[in-house]
Nanobody, 125 residues
Framework: QVQLVESGGGLVQVGGSRTLSCAASGRTLSIYAVGWFRQTPGKEREFVAAISRAGTTSHADSVKGRFTISKDVTNSIVYLQTTSLTPEDTGTYYC???????????????????WGQGTQITVSS
């Protein structure tokens, strides 16, 4: 079992940037695909980005070119670099871990078994 802890959220102005971190403990992240999801009150949790065990990535269309997922396998940390933030990016960001094939980065939340508690990004205009 792996435990996930997100950090890096906060208040940021429109156009700003923020780097979120997802630190794993218990088991190394190298055996999991990791995804980032976000949620706002009253809405479904939505896919943002994912990275496979091999390092291949997938990003939601709404964040392509602005957000980048990456990982530090040695330290079991996955990052989500966010740039050009808009108020629509406001939400609680969750990281999650999934057992999956080596090159596959799942995009469905139902594929993920382990979840962190989330970190809040608020984008103010």
């Amino acid at each position: 079992q792996v435990q996930l802890v997100e950090s890096g959220g906060g208040l940021v102005q429109v156009g700003g940037s923020r780097t979120l971190s997802c630190a794993a403990s218990g088991r190394t992240l190298s055996i999991y695909a990791v995804g980032w999801f976000r949620q706002t009150p009253g809405k479904e949790r939505e896919f943002v980005a994912a990275i496979s065990r091999a390092g291949t990535t997938s990003h939601a269309d709404s964040v392509k070119g602005r957000f980048t997922i990456s990982k530090d396998v040695t330290n079991s940390i996955v990052y989500l670099q966010t740039t050009s933030l808009t108020p629509e990016d406001t939400g609680t960001y969750y990281c999650a871990a999934a057992m999956s094939s080596y090159n596959y980065a799942p995009t469905r939340k139902t594929d993920y078994k382990y979840w962190g508690q989330g970190t809040q990004i608020t984008v103010s205009s």
